[in-house]
């Protein structure tokens, strides 16, 4: 799966037991879909369909890796992908493509972190409607 050429810039992950260049997602692949599916993320959690939610966070993680890797799967992704670094290769993603997730957000945006649950959607206006036990993170995408 690993790539001979040059790559694109982005940060090391390892996945699989391969250490991986995940680049960031570009204006076009954010045009041409992923930012809805991020937004399709965000109202899976928001509806307490985190199972859901990972599904469709790996076909965005899987879509920012094909730029060095193009002969990789959404397959192979969720192969690769596992609890320990799911949530790394997510904030990779968001934080190179100009994004944050929520809980990134607050807790750079605050001079301590927030110790409560979020409500796992994008507009930060909505106040959460229960609190909800820590799960994937959402994107912040206006």
Known sequence: M?????????AEIEMGGETYILPP?????????????MRENDKLIEEGKFWEALDVKNVIIGTALRRN????????????L?????????????GGSG???????????SPTPNPTPLNGI???STEPS?????GPTTTSIN
Do not use: F, H
């Open 2 to 10: 690993k790539s001979e050429r040059k790559l694109i810039p982005g």
């Open 25 to 37: 997602l570009t204006l076009g692949q954010l045009r041409a879909g992923m930012r809805d599916k």
């Open 69 to 80: 890797y193009p002969d990789i799967t959404d397959e192979d992704v969720s192969g690769m």
């Open 82 to 94: 596992d609890l320990r670094n799911y949530d790394r290769a997510w904030e990779i993603v968001l």
């Open 99 to 109: 994004l944050r997730s929520q809980a990134s957000r607050e807790a750079m945006d």
């Open 122 to 124: 994008s507009d930060p």
């Open 130 to 134: 229960q609190e909800l036990t820590p």
